[in-house]
Nanobody, 130 residues
Framework: QVHLAESGGGSAQAGGSLRLSCAAS????????MGWFRQAPGEEREFVAS????????DYADSVKGRFTISRDNAKNTVYLQMNSLKPEDTAVYYC???????????????????????WGQGTQVTVSS
């Protein structure tokens, strides 16, 4: 059974940093593309960042480019989201997601839409105060 567990959320001041982690189990982690999404109160869930199976490709939402960095450690079955220069508008519940490799072409693809992912974590709250 696939399980994704986010951690590292909490409160930060504007301009501060947080590092989110997502530990995966029940899957062959190195063959999954991974993503981070977020959902603010009253808003729809939105794409934040994605990293390909081979970790060579990454993509980010325009709102976080230059401030957030997604990375993965296949030996630890973990994907990270380093968040710097935090803004109050970054306040949301952050979710980790996983998509298995379905075709060879998937190895370098980035997936930006939530329906493209098969598995989700429970989320971790990030609150940024001004």
């Amino acid at each position: 059974q696939v399980h994704l567990a986010e951690s590292g959320g909490g409160s930060a001041q504007a301009g501060g940093s947080l590092r989110l982690s997502c530990a995966a189990s029940g899957l062959t982690f190195s063959t999954y593309a991974m993503g981070w999404f977020r959902q603010a109160p009253g808003e729809e869930r939105e794409f934040v960042a994605s990293i390909s199976w081979r970790a060579g490709n990454r993509d980010y939402a325009d709102s976080v480019k230059g401030r957030f960095t997604i990375s993965r450690d296949n030996a630890k079955n973990t994907v990270y989201l380093q968040m710097n220069s935090l803004k109050p508008e970054d306040t949301a519940v952050y979710y980790c997601s996983a998509r298995p490799l379905r075709a060879a072409i998937d190895s370098t693809r980035i997936f930006l839409r939530d329906y493209e992912y098969d598995y989700w974590g429970q989320g971790t709250q990030v609150t940024v105060s001004s």
